[in-house]
């Protein structure tokens, strides 16, 4: 166990990989105003959307006109799933609207097969001169390896395998690497022994951990990351999201429920936790049904009601 960093920082992905995996295509008008609510609270980093195919993600299909319409701000960096060459050449288009450029690949075969129709080997390909380029534009290159805590078709997945795609993607300038845990299998323990490893391998890489509550895990990982050492963490605010494996499943740790917990452990994330609350509001209001984050139906912790 490390000492506890003093500060974490914390990529909201709810536009993306909340609005990508809700059975809702939600509204154009209200992605952009519930964005705009996002960056005003204290949030650094915000993953706007995919350049994905509208007809494969039919939910991001207004991904140009979201990234075009949301107010810039100096102080949030905004970032851009990148899943291939085309959807490069298409965020490109709207490059000063994003600093950052994210990819993705499953550190699982069968899983990066079944989701990406390419070898894990065939993805690192296209992803070296995919992130080539985006460098050349000078975006910040982020990679996020999923399934890297479990496969739900291989199963448990060798940290060396992982280990050794991390070094192909530093090798390739990504500057910061997520470890996904796509499907909630994770446990605290694996992802304590697994980050102390991660570390150790690469220091001076940001490693990032991006966990799903799934099987109700979210946060006993998060504080098992912290414990080892990480301060970068991917969430999304009200839970939403999250691989639908199996159908029904709880998505991502919920950003406020991350906040939560940091803050009352002394470790500061910039982000005004109550401002935060407003937008998964904000959120329930468009979607129309109530989100499953704690922090959202229990409210922060009140110590002027301790008894
Ligand atoms: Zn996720």
Same mark, same amino acid.
């Given at each position: 166990?490390? &000492?506890?960093?003093?500060?974490?920082?914390?990529?909201?992905?709810?536009?993306?990989?909340?609005?990508?995996?809700?059975?809702?295509?939600?509204?154009?008008? &209200?992605?952009?105003?519930?964005?705009?609510?996002?960056?005003?609270?204290?949030?650094?980093?915000?993953?706007?959307?995919?350049?994905?195919?509208?007809?494969? @993600? $039919?939910?991001?299909?207004?991904?140009?006109?979201?990234?075009?319409?949301?107010?810039?701000?100096?102080?949030?960096?905004? /970032?851009?799933? !990148? $899943?291939?060459?085309?959807? *490069?050449?298409?965020? *490109?288009?709207?490059?000063?609207? %994003?600093?950052?450029?994210?990819?993705? *690949?499953?550190?699982?075969?069968?899983?990066?097969?079944?989701?990406?129709?390419?070898?894990?080997?065939?993805?690192?390909?296209?992803?070296? =001169?995919?992130?080539?380029?985006?460098?050349?534009? =000078?975006?910040?290159?982020?990679?996020?390896?999923?399934?890297? %805590?479990?496969? $739900?078709?291989?199963?448990?997945?060798?940290?060396?395998?992982?280990?050794? !795609?991390?070094?192909?993607?530093?090798?390739?300038?990504?500057?910061? @690497? /997520?470890?996904?845990?796509?499907?909630?299998?994770?446990?605290?323990?694996?992802?304590?022994?697994?980050?102390?490893?991660?570390?150790?391998?690469?220091?001076?890489?940001?490693?990032?951990?991006? %966990?799903?509550?799934?099987? /109700?895990?979210?946060?006993?990982?998060?504080?098992?990351?912290?414990?080892? /050492?990480?301060?970068?963490?991917?969430?999304? %605010?009200?839970?939403?999201?999250?691989?639908?494996?199996?159908?029904?499943?709880?998505?991502?740790?919920?950003?406020?429920?991350?906040?939560?917990?940091?803050?009352?452990?002394? !470790?500061?994330?910039?982000?005004?936790?109550?401002?935060?609350?407003?937008?998964?509001?904000?959120?329930?209001?468009?979607? =129309?049904?109530?989100?499953?984050?704690?922090?959202?139906?229990? =409210?922060?912790?009140?110590?002027?009601?301790?008894?």
């Amino acid at each position: 166990m490390t &000492d506890l960093p003093k500060r974490a920082k914390i990529r909201e992905v709810g536009p993306r990989d909340g609005f990508q995996n809700e059975p809702e295509v939600v509204a154009t008008d &209200d992605k952009v105003r519930i964005i705009d609510q996002l960056t005003k609270t204290g949030l650094t980093h915000l993953e706007v959307t995919s350049f994905v195919r509208p007809d494969v @993600i $039919p939910q991001l299909a207004d991904g140009a006109e979201v990234l075009a319409r949301i107010e810039r701000r100096a102080d949030v960096k905004f /970032g851009v799933l !990148i $899943p291939n060459r085309r959807g *490069l050449e298409n965020a *490109l288009k709207l490059r000063d609207h %994003f600093d950052e450029a994210s990819f993705f *690949l499953s550190s699982s075969e069968t899983h990066n097969m079944k989701n990406v129709n390419r070898t894990v080997g065939q993805s690192l390909a296209e992803l070296s =001169g995919v992130a080539e380029d985006a460098r050349a534009e =000078g975006l910040r290159c982020v990679a996020v390896i999923s399934t890297v %805590f479990g496969c $739900p078709y291989e199963g448990k997945i060798e940290p060396e395998r992982v280990f050794e !795609i991390t070094e192909q993607l530093v090798e390739f300038g990504c500057a910061e @690497i /997520g470890f996904a845990d796509t499907t909630g299998m994770a446990n605290p323990l694996q992802v304590g022994e697994f980050f102390g490893d991660a570390f150790e391998r690469f220091p001076n890489v940001e490693l990032t951990a991006h %966990f799903h509550n799934t099987r /109700g895990q979210g946060l006993a990982n998060v504080l098992a990351a912290v414990q080892s /050492g990480c301060a970068s963490f991917e969430s999304s %605010f009200g839970e939403m999201g999250g691989c639908p494996f199996p159908p029904g499943s709880t998505g991502n740790v919920a950003t406020e429920d991350v906040v939560s917990m940091l803050h009352e452990m002394g !470790i500061e994330t910039g982000i005004d936790l109550p401002a935060l609350i407003e937008c998964s509001r904000a959120m329930q209001e468009a979607l =129309g049904r109530n989100l499953t984050s704690h922090v959202l139906t229990a =409210g922060p912790v009140d110590w002027a009601g301790e008894a």
